[in-house]
């Protein structure tokens, strides 16, 4: 993307350091690639927009010896990247509390039905979030409190 040019990135690299500093301490291939790939995707790693996060992993590289570098996708990031997509009609996510009338199904015939409950500090159950497609399809994912955490 043209946003995504090399002074931009290296904005970002420097800014990366300074606010998580064992990434300096990484393997510096694993960092290039990691930083390549946000470009690639046009996601921002760090900072307000949340799209991506940089993170130093345990898994040291064999060659050097050095944590890698892992690219993390935020969910606004994977919201960002299914937006530019084109196949995206529009977007939602819905947090699910005690009490609400919270039911789903997989299958053939995929079914999701939430009636929020009156009670909106109820503690949360699930959460959800639903893609309705341009070619008239729906697609959603659900995960619990458990899956969340």
Known sequence: PRHMTAERMIRIT?????????????DTMSFVSAIVQCSQLGLEPGGAPGHAYLLPF???NEK?????????????GMIDLARRSGQIASLSA???REGDDFSFEFGLEEKLVHRPGENEDAPVTHVYAV????????????MTRKQIE
């Open 14 to 26: 420097t800014t990366e350091i300074r606010k998580v500093p064992a990434l300096g301490d990484c």
């Open 58 to 60: 345990g898994n040291k």
């Open 64 to 76: 050097s010896g050095k944590k890698n570098v892992q690219l993390i996708i935020g969910y606004r």
């Open 94 to 96: 819905r947090v699910v």
């Open 131 to 142: 893609a309705r497609l341009k070619d008239g399809g729906t697609q959603f994912e659900v």
